[in-house]
């Protein structure tokens, strides 16, 4: 069993990936770390939210996971290489909850402005 430390700050998610083998957590310190469920190793920490990430999660095959801000947006990233794909513009407050469809091509989001929204993975637009 591992301890995953390495966050600045309190965390406020955590999901494992398909295979068991890598897991992500979210953080008040606007982070998501991807983890080694094998060896407890962070190995990547994906930037670029000004606020705290409220929820993660992985597409469906694992070469994806996006993130939901309190900054009010979405971000989708590549797992392997750390790059963003496209970032999720639109609400008008912060994202709660993010997930993947089964396919992997949608992704729908839910925020404190009432409303969810259903978007792209391919364009990153809303649909």
């Known amino acids: 069993m591992f301890t995953l430390e390495g966050h600045s ?8 990936d398909f295979t068991g083998d890598y897991c992500l957590t979210g953080s008040i ?3 998501c770390k991807l983890w ?5 190793q962070c190995i990547e920490t994906f930037r670029g939210h000004t606020d705290e990430v409220l929820d993660a999660c992985f597409n469906s095959t694992g070469n994806k996971l ?3 801000s309190a900054d009010g947006l979405a971000r989708v990233y590549n797992v392997f290489s750390g790059a963003c794909l ?11 909850k993010i997930q993947f469809n089964p396919q992997g091509n949608k ?4 925020s404190s402005d009432k409303t969810c929204k259903v978007w792209s ?5 809303e649909i």
């Open 9 to 16: 700050g309190e965390l406020s998610c955590g999901q494992f």
């Open 29 to 31: 310190d606007r982070t």
């Open 36 to 40: 080694d469920v094998g060896t407890g």
């Open 66 to 68: 996006a993130t939901a």
């Open 86 to 96: 496209a970032v999720l513009q639109g609400h008008e407050n912060e994202i709660s």
């Open 107 to 110: 992704i729908i989001t839910a």
């Open 121 to 125: 993975t391919d364009t990153g637009n």
